[in-house]
Nanobody, 131 residues
Framework: QVQLVESGGGLVQTGGSLRLSCSAS????????MGWFRQAPGKEREFVAA????????NYEDSVKGRFTISRDNAKNTVYLQMNSLKPEDTAVYYC????????????????????????WGQGTQVTVSS
């Protein structure tokens, strides 16, 4: 029902910046949240950031607060992840995801950080930060 395509990954040196994009198509009018996750070799998929489609409220994983910014352009059905002050530990495949159902305010922190609560996923884009 929803197709997601990530772009913008690449190789960057420590301290550099990168901007990821995720373009959505299909039943985008039913989307409630968009999220970014990442997975490094040998590690579990990790929550990075999420944004509410209507209203734009955001959630971040502690290690990226102050460095990464999630945003969206509703007219273009696109979500972005601006990554600054990149570190080698940020190296991973980055995935965007869409949740089609609402989340009560009291549960957003928990629900939006868990991958299984998202409905659709993109193919991923590689981000490599050299030391």
């Amino acid at each position: 029902q929803v197709q997601l395509v990530e772009s913008g990954g690449g190789l960057v040196q420590t301290g550099g910046s990168l901007r990821l994009s995720c373009s959505a198509s299909g039943r985008t009018f039913s989307m409630h949240y968009m999220g970014w996750f990442r997975q490094a070799p040998g590690k579990e998929r990790e929550f990075v950031a999420a944004i509410r489609w209507s209203g734009g409220s955001t959630n971040y994983e502690d290690s990226v607060k102050g460095r990464f910014t999630i945003s969206r352009d509703n007219a273009k059905n696109t979500v972005y992840l601006q990554m600054n002050s990149l570190k080698p530990e940020d190296t991973a495949v980055y995935y965007c995801a869409s949740r089609m159902s609402p989340v009560p305010d009291a549960h957003t922190t928990v629900v939006l950080s868990i991958a299984r609560w998202y409905d659709y996923w993109g193919q991923g884009t590689q981000v490599t930060v050299s030391s």
